[in-house]
């Protein structure tokens, strides 16, 4: 097993345009989270799957973000019509049910310009 | 609610010596207790957790952290610090029972002086 896979690592775009960040789990992780950390802060909630079903998002996550998982495995993150405040790191972790810790990612790193 | 205070954003030790970084957490239910480590441009790593079990929790390359209820705290210690210590560190807390969505502090950048 290979850990939690992020693509791209690195993503720099003009503000106005749309852009999809994939994460691949640990095989068998039943749940999936994604997390914003911007600059000199901790990582914050955006939202996370049990299989394909989506149970909560934070309120961060305005409606310019979607995130699906349709087949319970992989997962996107769209964010449409970017604006420099989105410019972060967006980190996916993934777990496996009746176990405490979230395996990380490397994070995608996000610049808005 | 729950919610992680990390005390000192910078902590500078010389190596060899005593590495202590300080977490305090609030929760309303009985809480579980993370340590995350980050290298630049990198994701997370687990160092160690505490999931109700002993409260003196030993996790990778040397660290340990106590849980104390009475104080609300989970401090992070490496008795003998190395270079390859230097990073940002993150407390975090999710609800007991695991699977919950961690919260975490502001982090701590630890520098090691040769």
């Known amino acids: 097993d290979t850990g939690v896979s992020q693509d791209p690592r690195h993503k720099i775009t003009k503000r106005g345009q749309n852009v999809t960040f994939r994460c691949d789990p640990i095989?068998?992780?039943?749940?999936l989270y994604w997390y914003r950390q911007t600059l000199g802060q901790g990582p914050e909630f955006l939202t996370y799957f049990q299989n394909e079903a989506q149970l909560e998002k934070s309120r961060l996550l305005s409606d310019r973000f979607s995130a699906e998982r349709p087949k319970g495995s992989f997962s996107t993150l769209e964010i449409q019509r970017t604006e420099q405040g989105d410019s972060a790191m967006y980190l996916c972790?993934?777990?496996?049910?009746?176990?405490?810790?979230?395996?990380f990612g490397q994070g995608t790193r996000l610049t808005v310009v | 609610a729950q919610s992680v205070t990390q005390l000192g954003s910078h902590v500078s030790v010389s190596e060899g010596a005593l590495v202590l970084l300080r977490c305090n957490y609030s929760?309303?239910?009985?809480?579980?207790l993370f340590w995350y480590v980050q290298y630049p441009n990198q994701g997370l790593q687990l160092l160690l957790k505490y999931t109700s079990a002993a409260t003196l929790v030993k996790g990778i390359n040397g660290f340990e952290a106590e849980f104390k209820k009475s104080e609300t705290s989970f401090h992070l210690t490496k008795p003998s610090a190395h270079m390859s210590d230097a990073a940002e560190y993150f407390c975090?807390?999710?609800?007991?029972?695991?699977?919950?969505?961690?919260?975490f502090g502001t982090g701590t950048r630890l520098t090691i002086i040769p």
């Open positions: 972790a993934s777990s496996l049910i009746g176990q405490a810790e979230a395996f």
């Open positions: 095989s068998e992780h039943n749940r």
């Open positions: 929760s309303s239910v009985p809480p579980y």
């Open positions: 975090a807390v999710s609800r007991s029972g695991g699977n919950e969505k961690l919260t």
